[in-house]
């Protein structure tokens, strides 16, 4: 019996470590994109290539995140 919830405690314990991973690989791009989307609109006139800059931040970030939502779904769907 004492084995048996040991391994239900590691198996908590992995689910628990898993989900701080995927919140902060989740939330790292998130303040990526917020950020650049703050520098873009800090001032009223800035100049194209700092757009374009911004942007192309904004769509790498969101082509990981893209990329790490995939990856989670495919991991619910093995479960």
């Known amino acids: 019996f004492n084995g048996l919830l040991e391994r239900l405690q590691r198996t ?3 689910q628990r470590q ?3 991973d995927a919140s902060h690989e ?4 998130r ?4 950020g ?3 520098y ?3 001032q009223p006139e800035r ?3 700092e757009y374009r800059a911004a942007f192309a931040t904004v769509r ?13 779904f495919l991991l619910a769907r093995a479960s």
């Open 12 to 14: 908590f314990d992995q």
């Open 18 to 20: 898993f989900l701080a």
């Open 26 to 29: 989740l939330r790292t791009p």
């Open 31 to 34: 303040a990526i994109v917020r």
């Open 36 to 38: 650049e989307a703050e």
């Open 40 to 42: 873009a609109l800090a």
């Open 47 to 49: 100049a194209a290539d």
């Open 60 to 72: 790498t970030q969101a082509e990981g995140l893209a990329r790490l939502v995939d990856d989670l």
